[in-house]
Nanobody
Framework: QVQLVESGGGLVQAGGSLRLSCAAS????????MGWFRQAPGKEREIVAR????????YYADSVKGRFTISRDNAKNTVYLQMNSLKPEDTAVYVC?????????????WGQGTQVTISS
């Protein structure tokens, strides 16, 4: 199992920046693909960004491309989300996820989330 704890959320003005962290413990962090998701009030959870186990491959939702950067430090068992040029529509609870597949069995773990609020 993997335990995930997010931090770094808060209230910032539009145009500002935040850096989210997700610290993992338990199973071997470097074997998991890591992702950041977000859920705004009244909306479905959506993917923000993903990063492969090695960090060599990343994916971003169109809405955050060019503004957000996902990275990971396997030595520190931590994944980061650098968020720049923040907009009010980025307001949401941000949650990190660890996932991998061994054979045909998927493994998926979620953190509790951290609130990000962007004021206009």
């Amino acid at each position: 199992q993997v335990q995930l704890v997010e931090s770094g959320g808060g209230l910032v003005q539009a145009g500002g920046s935040l850096r989210l962290s997700c610290a993992a413990s338990g199973d071997t962090f470097s074997t998991y693909t890591m992702g950041w998701f977000r859920q705004a009030p009244g909306k479905e959870r959506e993917i923000v960004a993903r990063i492969s186990w090695s960090g060599g491959s990343t994916y971003y939702a169109d809405s955050v491309k060019g503004r957000f950067t996902i990275s990971r430090d396997n030595a520190k068992n931590t994944v980061y989300l650098q968020m720049n040029s923040l907009k009010p529509e980025d307001t949401a609870v941000y949650v990190c996820r660890a996932d991998k597949v061994i054979g045909v069995r998927p493994y998926e773990y979620w953190g509790q989330g951290t609130q990000v609020t962007i004021s206009s």
